[in-house]
Structure formats: structure tokens, C-alpha cells
């Protein structure tokens, strides 16, 4: 099992682009999240989904789409970057509330 | 919304010694306890957990205990190792249906030789 896999590893964005961060996983759970991890500031949740169809939103969801139409993918999109954007990103699925963390992605929006 | 305080932000010891690292948490309803450990640059891996029908657990080198009624939960680590040094994240949820884990932001362990 490649277990939750993240892409891209890094990426730097102009303000006012667009991207979509890849996340997947082959555990076959059901509940996803992403967090963004600042310095001082632990792991903040901006969306999860329980479940293919199903999403919601977490502590910091402003600035931030998701979706989920398959069990196995959990992307999260930019919709115009901001610097304060600028962070690490962590997905996650969950099984009995125990998370597996992806490898995360680094983003830099100048 | 549940809120977990994380103390201290940072701990330096020195190898051999015991490290403790305190978490308070505000939601009664939470009953599921984890601690993550994240080395420079990785992703946050669980080390521990606990639930909310016992007050300890212990795995090795590590515990973690828990007070109910006073609402907080402590990582213990004996004969610290350099190789323990990295970012401690607590956290907090309810095992009820789908409850979202919320995290402390952190202590650095800094394990000198």
C-alpha cells in the first residue's frame, strides 16, 4: 500500500493563481481531511469529507474548495492565491479517528 | 468548539533525562487523545493514544496520562534519546461518529547528548 500520497512536493504561485492540490489514498477509509501546518501554529483543519459526496468545513476554510467524488481522492483548490496561503499542507485519511498524514506539500505564493 | 493549550512551546533536557509535555482541553465531550511526533520536514506520525476509560497508558519509553475531570492529558518520555528530538503535537476529538481531531500547537524537544 502506497498509504496517502500528496502531490506536488513543492510549489510556488503568483498572487491571484490557481491550483488544485493532489491527494489520494489506498486504504480504502472513508473520512479525508486537509490541514495546513504554520509555524506556532500547529495543524489547522480547512476541510475534511466522511465520505465520497461529502464535505465540510473546518477552522480555516476561507480561500479553499473541495470535493469528493471518489473514495480514494480528496483534492484542494486555490481559487486566487494569497501570500498568507503560503504554508504546508497536509491531507489526511482517518480510520477509527486514527490519521495517516500524507507527505505533505510546500507552498509559496509570492 | 474544542480547544487544546499545549505546554511547554519549547523543552530542552538532556540525554538520559525525562521529558513531560502538558495539554488542557475545553470540549467534556472528547474521549480519544493522541500524540503525534514530527521530525524536521516529515509528515506528524501517531506515537501514543489514549481513551477517555483509562487513565494511563504506557508503550516502552513513552506514557501518556489523563485527568477527566480536570480536562488534561501529559506525554511522559524517559531516558530521553537524541533521536527523540522533533515537534510533539497534541490533540483532541470525540470517538463519536466523525469528530475532527483539534491540535496543540506544539513543543519542540530538543534532546541534547
Known amino acids: 500500500n502506497a498509504g496517502v500520497t500528496q502531490t506536488p512536493k513543492f510549489q510556488v504561485l503568483k498572487t491571484g493563481q490557481s491550483m488544485t492540490l493532489q491527494c489520494a489514498q489506498d486504504m480504502n477509509h472513508e473520512y479525508m481531511s486537509w490541514y495546513r501546518q504554520d509555524p506556532g501554529m500547529g495543524l489547522r483543519l480547512i476541510h475534511y469529507?466522511?465520505?465520497?459526496?461529502?464535505?465540510d468545513q473546518g477552522e480555516v476554510p476561507n480561500g479553499y474548495n473541495v470535493s469528493r467524488s471518489t473514495t480514494e481522492d480528496f483534492p484542494l483548490r486555490l481559487l486566487s492565491a494569497a501570500p498568507s496561503q503560503t504554508s504546508v499542507y497536509f491531507c489526511?485519511?482517518?480510520?477509527?479517528?486514527?490519521?495517516?498524514f500524507g507527505p505533505g506539500t510546500r507552498l509559496t505564493v509570492l | 468548539g474544542e480547544n487544546v493549550e499545549q505546554h511547554p512551546s519549547t523543552l530542552s533536557v538532556q540525554e538520559g533525562d525525562s521529558a513531560v509535555i502538558k495539554c488542557t482541553y475545553s470540549?467534556?465531550?472528547?474521549?480519544?487523545f493522541p500524540w503525534y511526533k514530527q521530525e524536521l520536514g516529515k509528515r506528524p506520525q501517531l506515537i501514543i493514544d489514549?481513551?477517555?476509560?483509562?487513565g494511563e497508558k504506557k508503550d516502552q519509553r513513552i506514557a501518556v496520562t489523563l485527568n477527566k475531570t480536570a480536562k488534561h492529558f501529559s506525554l511522559h518520555i524517559t531516558e530521553t534519546q537524541p533521536e527523540d528530538s522533533a515537534v510533539y503535537f497534541c490533540a483532541a476529538t470525540s470517538l463519536s461518529g466523525y469528530s475532527t481531531l483539534t491540535f496543540g500547537k506544539g513543543t519542540m524537544l530538543l534532546v541534547s547528548p
Open positions: 489514549i481513551r477517555s476509560n483509562v
Open positions: 469529507s466522511v465520505g465520497a459526496g461529502i464535505t
Open positions: 489526511a485519511s482517518s480510520y477509527f479517528n486514527e490519521q495517516f
Open positions: 470540549d467534556s465531550a472528547s474521549n480519544y
